[in-house]
């Protein structure tokens, strides 16, 4: 059965910190790995997306990492800022890509 | 967000009632979802439509039907709604986005309450 796990389930760090949020799956056939920020409330939002052969993918301050080998993906984020709390869901797209399998998100609380 | 709607926002209703969650885009996309989200939980595929023609079941399917009026709207509704149908319902679409690859747009979310 495909399946993404998250971790941590939540999270609480400081305005200005980093923090790393992971990523595991065991969908097959990969396709496709995708990041969602979702804030409360709202639908969610494309951050990154990478496929078999890429290892990282940068948008703004939103770092993402793929390990095809390990199935395992991580999403670094540097320097948070209060907007970034939110959920963070990790998707992986199987076969042709258009079968989304969804991790439960990690819930991201930045403090002042 | 603003080219995928979702109506009503927000809706309380009774066990037995049928209610109707509609989706309208502007983006131009054949292909359109409808997914339930559950605190603690992922998002789940209730059924998707890739044209006007055709109409697929996702996951979990039972309980609720859809009709895909025309390209931009596709609707999603519980015939006779029960309590744990209670959920935060997500209407998208997907077509061309982040450097081409075809990704899902979402709209705001429709959260139902059912009594």
Known sequence: ?112 | DADVTQTPRNRITKTGKRIMLECSQTKGHDRMYWYRQDPGLGLQLIYYSFDVKDINKGEISDGYSVSRQAQAKFSLSLESAIPNQTALYFCATSGPGLAGYNEQFFGPGTRLTVL
């Not at chain 1, 799956?25 to 990041?35: E, I, M, Q």
């Not at chain 1, 990790?90 to 991790?103: H, I, P, T």
């Open chain 1, 1 to 112: 059965k495909n399946q993404v796990e998250q971790s941590p389930q939540s999270l609480i760090i400081l305005e200005g910190k980093n923090c790393t949020l992971q990523c595991n799956y065991t969908v097959s056939p990969f396709s496709n790995l995708r990041w969602y920020k979702q804030d409360t409330g709202r639908g969610p939002v494309s951050l990154t997306i990478m496929t078999f052969s890429e290892n990282t993918k940068s948008n703004g301050r939103y770092t993402a990492t793929l390990d095809a080998d390990t199935k395992q993906s991580s999403l670094h984020i540097t320097a948070s800022q209060l907007s970034d709390s939110a959920s963070y869901i990790c998707v992986v797209s199987a076969g042709s890509g258009y079968a989304l399998n969804f991790g439960k998100g990690t819930s991201l609380l930045v403090t002042p």
